[in-house]
């Protein structure tokens, strides 16, 4: 009762890098609270998934494992989830801000008539007074995104309602093992029990997935465009600068809006966080939900027209001018110094 | 087969896409003034889905609903030039400071007044929050299946649709039976442009409310021409647990809003010059940034 419970998706018949790196945010913020962590396993083929969770701090693994619950559709994975969190009472759940935890949170979240915050970039425990009603509360999850407007972040809480529930993309939050012979407890959930016919009204005829051939995640070297690239023409340019040194094409969502660049190179609160050892930022003013996909960038480098660009506040080093001069003359000087 | 009873979901959001620097305040805050007020873009793919449908489906209506202030029935208006047969306001202070899960539950209400409905469909989600979470609200509150990052339907028949989904890397092609919910991507058909035809004949078309506030010449047009009205609906008109809307059925609150000052980093100032640029180059390579 009372614990931190991660919802844990599954990719490939492995836990997800989003779900370890929750278990791991999961893991610190239960021991802040002096409570346990649990983790919610759906799906198929289950045996022995508890060794992958174990090793991440999982004080009790929730395990539902039945042929039906696998590829993921929407309502048996509710009801099994609202069914534990009825019982659990967890205060905190998470998820990851993806295609299925995306689908599946808002609907728990109606379900148990509670709050769910998409898409965090930070989640903190803190304190919280409500002048108004004279209430003071302790412990509250802090749930804090980019908000709509300028540089500007804002805290979410929940005070009343119970899970506290929140999305946070992959990436944002680090993975770490936390004892590699960490002991939990084991949960089997009788399926049967709890899903009736009104939950499979939706079925998977046929699925095609590859994995996407644009992944900038891990790349050393990104070259961000935004905006101010101006067309998708010169956004070839970042494509051929990339090449050059090494590295991939980012985009910012503006640009990615304007169909500059594809969706999977949008970096930011709503797009993949990355941490390359340099970044290039191509005509991006450098709003709060951009940075903060990218500020624990190595080495910045900003390319803006506009000297008072926001983004030249957490460059490394500003370059005032036009990305389509500048790139040019970039990559001439590059080829004549490593000639 | 006969028609569906569609509703489709809109709402009308500040356009926070190339926001210029002129919407910018000096506080950092957006100037909302300076943003248009615009149809949520994916709410314009779910609608071109919906009239798809109809096309294909004789006797089928599409009905847009939306939640918001009286200058919300703009976009309205705007479906209904594209092929909408109405639209339903649903405006009241009552719903004021609604975050996802109070908003859908009024939209929920408000469908449960209708007619019995076949399909919803929404967007996937509005550019102001990027939530994507109203939809599969409105549909567990309905009780009923969701199908969301929708491309395309397939097929229907009879009670069954067949859809493709975009999921990571791919896509899915799901069946599932209605009533149900549908949210859509933006990689599904941009809509149809206004119909000149449509245009001539609804450009007059308005809420209560915004006759009430005019004083022109088409005051009285709406007498004897139903379809020029387009329903206001309040708090009273919905069957709803005051205590579920607006503010008070709103779970999650903001507790603080802060600018980011950025750390002023002790960043290098450059020009475009060949020199500086080549500059730059050199250290970067000097220095293993890049080699
Ligand atoms: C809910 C929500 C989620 C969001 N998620 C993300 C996200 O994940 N990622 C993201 O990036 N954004 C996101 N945004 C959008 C974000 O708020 C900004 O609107 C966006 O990042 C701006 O992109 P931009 O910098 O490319 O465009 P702009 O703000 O339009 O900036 C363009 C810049 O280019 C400069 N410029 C113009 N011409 C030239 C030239 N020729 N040479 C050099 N410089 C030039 C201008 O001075 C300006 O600084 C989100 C917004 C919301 C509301």
Not at chain 1, 205 to 216: A, L, Q, W
Request: proline residues 4%; hydrophobic residues 40%.
């Amino acid at each position: 009762m009372n614990n931190v419970c991660v919802y844990c998706e599954l990719d490939e018949g492995k836990i997800a890098d989003v779900s370890l790196e929750l278990m791991t945010k999961g893991r610190t913020l239960a021991n802040e609270l002096g409570v346990q962590l649990e983790a919610l396993v759906i799906g198929s083929n289950l045996k022995n998934i508890e060794k992958q969770l174990l090793p991440y701090g999982a004080d009790k693994i929730f395990i539902a494992d039945d042929k039906r619950l696998d590829p993921y559709v929407t309502q048996p994975h509710t009801t099994i989830t609202v069914n534990v969190f009825e019982k659990e009472k967890p205060q905190i759940a998470l998820m990851g801000a993806t295609i299925i935890g995306r689908d599946l949170g808002p609907r728990v979240s109606s379900a148990l008539k509670s709050g769910l915050t998409a898409d965090c970039t930070s989640l903190e425990i803190g304190p919280h007074e409500d002048k108004k009603q004279g209430k003071t509360y302790e412990n509250l999850l802090y749930q804090i995104r980019p908000a709509f407007g300028g540089n500007i972040v804002a805290t979410i809480i929940n005070p009343d309602c119970r899970p506290q529930m929140a999305t946070v993309r992959e990436g944002v939050m680090k993975k770490e093992i936390f004892n590699e012979n960490h002991k939990g407890e084991i949960i089997n959930i009788d399926v049967d029990k709890i899903l009736t016919d009104t939950d499979f009204l939706v079925k998977v005829i046929e699925r095609h997935v590859e994995k996407s051939k644009i992944n900038i995640k891990n790349s050393p070297i990104i070259v961000a465009g935004g905006y101010g690239v101006g067309s998708k023409e010169n956004f070839q340019l970042l494509h051929n600068f990339a090449d050059l040194i090494g590295g991939d094409v980012g985009a910012s969502r503006a640009a990615v809006d304007a169909g500059y660049a594809e969706h999977e190179r949008q970096i930011g609160q709503t797009g993949v966080t990355v941490r390359p050892k340099l970044y290039i930022a191509c005509g991006i003013s450098g709003q709060v939900q951009h940075t903060a996909g990218m500020e624990e960038s190595s080495m910045i480098i900003a390319i803006n027209n506009d000297p008072e660009a926001p983004i030249n506040k957490i460059a490394d080093y500003v370059i005032t001018g036009n990305v389509e001069d500048v790139i040019p003359k970039m990559m001439k000087q590059y080829k004549a110094n490593t000639k | 087969m006969k028609g569906l009873k569609i509703v489709v979901l809109a709402k009308q959001v500040p356009d926070t896409r190339n926001v210029g620097k002129d919407a910018m305040k000096a506080d950092g805050t957006v100037n909302r003034a300076a943003l248009p007020a615009i149809f949520n873009p994916e709410d314009l793919n779910a609608l071109e889905l919906a009239l798809n449908i109809k096309d294909s489906n004789p006797g089928t209506t599409v009905t847009v609903l939306t939640m918001g202030p009286g200058r919300a029935a703009e976009i309205l208006r705007e479906a209904i030039y594209r092929g909408a047969d109405n639209g339903v306001l649903l405006t009241d202070r009552a719903f004021a400071g609604a975050d996802t899960l109070a908003t859908s539950y009024a939209l929920s209400r408000a469908i449960a007044k209708m007619d019995k409905v076949d399909l919803i469909i929404a967007g996937r989600q509005a550019i102001d929050g990027d939530t994507a979470q109203v939809g599969p609200q409105v549909a567990e509150k309905l009780n009923i299946p969701q199908i969301t990052y929708a491309e395309e339907v397939i097929s229907i028949k009879k009670e069954k649709l067949t859809v493709k989904r975009r999921i990571e890397g791919g896509i899915e092609i799901v069946e599932g039976k209605m009533p149900c919910v549908i949210t859509v991507n933006n990689s599904a058909p941009d809509c149809r442009p206004r119909n000149v035809r449509r245009l001539m004949k609804y450009k007059h078309a308005t809420t209560v409310s915004e006759r009430q506030e005019t004083d022109d010449d088409y005051i009285g047009m709406q007498n004897g021409r139903e379809y020029l009205d387009i329903p206001e609906w309040t708090v009273n008109n919905i069957e709803a647990d005051i205590i579920q809307l607006g503010l008070s059925g709103s779970p999650t609150k903001v507790k603080q809003i802060e600018s980011v000052v950025f750390a002023a980093k002790e960043s290098k100032k450059l020009t475009d010059s060949d020199k500086d640029i080549d500059w730059l180059m050199k250290e970067l390579i000097s220095n293993h940034t890049l080699g």
